[in-house]
């Protein structure tokens, strides 16, 4: 049965500090390099969600062990050659899109085939982004239409490959990465600035890889074949999970927080840029680095008199999982913001663009949204009354949170389905809500 959540009251003002779970995407990333390396290696402070989960149950599925408890996790990697499957084995991502996509570049040689699936909501995606280059090393993939379930097979013979990677995806990017790890010479990567995690983490490990920009691109080269021995990793807090309650804190009255520990990699922090722009007080302490990784302190308190924004095409890879949260601050900001070439949005879980679209319009916000832009009507005035019913957003974690924090800032009554969909990326989201003073039931 479907959980549901209420919520009648705002949130009361608070002051508090707060630490958020590990970073999702670094935790993948250590998950699926540790399984490659040779010998164990240990991650601290890994985040224990379904799409953690889903990644630590694909590697061992392919022969890899590994351990984990409340403080660390143990992988015990065979090397670039290493992993042992039968033929046919069943690969479930779940709900995690970065999981699906990035495990096709380990399994570019694999002997036996895989029979990849995923959740209802993961197999609406289109594969062909990371499908089109897997084939251009030699990989061998059966599909209907490039959707779940794909099976892939892989090759004997990997051939590196020169590829443009023309949607900004970080996913594709990593794919073609971990791909070119297992291939030897040298594979070449043009393609849009995205996040960076997997080349901070190749570079960490001391691989041969290179990254040059050229006025608007990046330029990526990377000689594979080159084994490297497991690790040690400190995982910090997940900017994104993060941005929930800095997005709860601006639109709330009278209000501080302090996060301790957050990633701040400059590919991921477009949220803080875009919100500072709106006059957001928003200050970052304590900057330091963290193997490879930028981790900060983030303070944050209420902003009264927020300004609309024209938000900078070049910003929005750098925020495109926080969005929803920008519509809603955009909603209560004095003037007409305005966002473009965000039709990326429209590939997530679920259609985001529309979601928060319809979101806006729900609790009488003007919109004006195209195929791949929005117009946000601000009204900072805004003050809720009725029942508000949030409901078939395909298991979309982010979109139920947005949810909660609509809900807690602007007032109402707030029905909000399928509340489990939070544990995908952020399990203790609705405890630690209720810390700082939420009233959920």
């Not at 280059?133 to 061998?140: A, L, V, Y």
């Not at 501080?256 to 991921?268: D, E, H, M, T, W």
Request: hydrophobic letters at 40%.
């Amino acid at each position: 049965m479907k959980r549901i959540a209420y919520i009648e009251k705002k949130i009361h003002k608070f002051n508090k500090k707060i630490y958020v779970p590990g970073d999702k995407s670094l935790s993948i990333r250590f998950i699926l390099m540790a399984s490659q390396a040779v010998g164990k290696s240990v991650a601290y402070n890994i985040l224990k969600s379904e799409d953690v989960i889903s990644a630590l149950l694909t590697i061992k599925n392919l022969g890899i062990n590994y351990k984990i408890n409340k403080k660390y996790c143990e992988i015990y990697g065979m090397g670039l050659n290493g992993f042992k499957f039968k033929n046919n084995t069943i690969i479930n991502a779940g709900n995690s899109g970065t999981l699906a996509r990035l495990i096709f570049g380990l399994l570019i040689d694999a002997r036996n085939s895989i029979i990849l699936r995923g959740d209802k909501s993961l197999s609406k995606r289109d594969f062909y982004r990371v499908i089109e280059p897997m084939k251009m090393f030699g990989q061998i993939i059966e599909s209907k239409n490039n959707y779940l379930p794909i099976k892939i097979k892989g090759t004997k013979y990997p051939r590196p490959i020169n590829f443009f990677e023309r949607k900004g995806s970080a996913q594709v990017k990593s794919c073609v990465l971990l791909s070119a790890m297992k291939t030897p010479g040298i594979t070449k990567i043009k393609c849009i600035p995205s996040r960076d995690h997997t080349e901070r983490l190749f570079k960490y490990l001391k691989l041969p890889i290179k990254v040059k920009k050229k006025k608007n691109l990046e330029i990526i080269t990377f000689n594979g074949k080159k084994n490297y021995k497991g690790f040690n990793y400190i995982i910090p807090g997940d900017i994104s999970s993060s941005s929930f309650f800095i997005v709860l804190t601006l639109l709330s009255k009278n209000s501080k927080i302090l996060i301790k520990n957050v990633n701040i990699n400059k590919s991921r922090t477009g949220i803080i840029d875009i919100l500072k722009k709106m006059k957001g007080k928003i200050n970052l302490k304590n900057i330091k680095n963290n193997m490879g990784e930028k981790v900060a302190d983030i303070v944050v308190q209420s902003t009264d008199n927020l300004k609309s924004i024209n938000c900078p095409i070049n910003m929005n890879s750098r925020s495109i999982d926080e969005f929803l949260l920008i519509f809603l601050v955009a909603s209560q900001a004095k003037g007409i913001s305005k966002f473009k070439k965000i039709e990326e949005l429209r590939n997530k879980e679920t259609d985001r663009l529309s979601f928060g679209n319809n979101l806006l319009n729900k609790i009488g916000i003007k919109t004006k949204m195209t195929q791949d832009s929005i117009k946000i009507y601000g009204n900072p005035d805004l003050k809720l009354k009725d029942t508000y019913e949030i409901r078939k957003f395909d298991k979309d974690h982010r979109a139920c949170m947005v949810s909660f924090i609509a809900a807690l800032t602007l007032g109402g009554k707030w029905k909000i389905h399928d509340i489990d969909s939070i544990k995908t990326s952020f399990p203790n989201f609705i405890s630690l809500l209720k810390q700082i003073g939420a009233k959920i039931n």
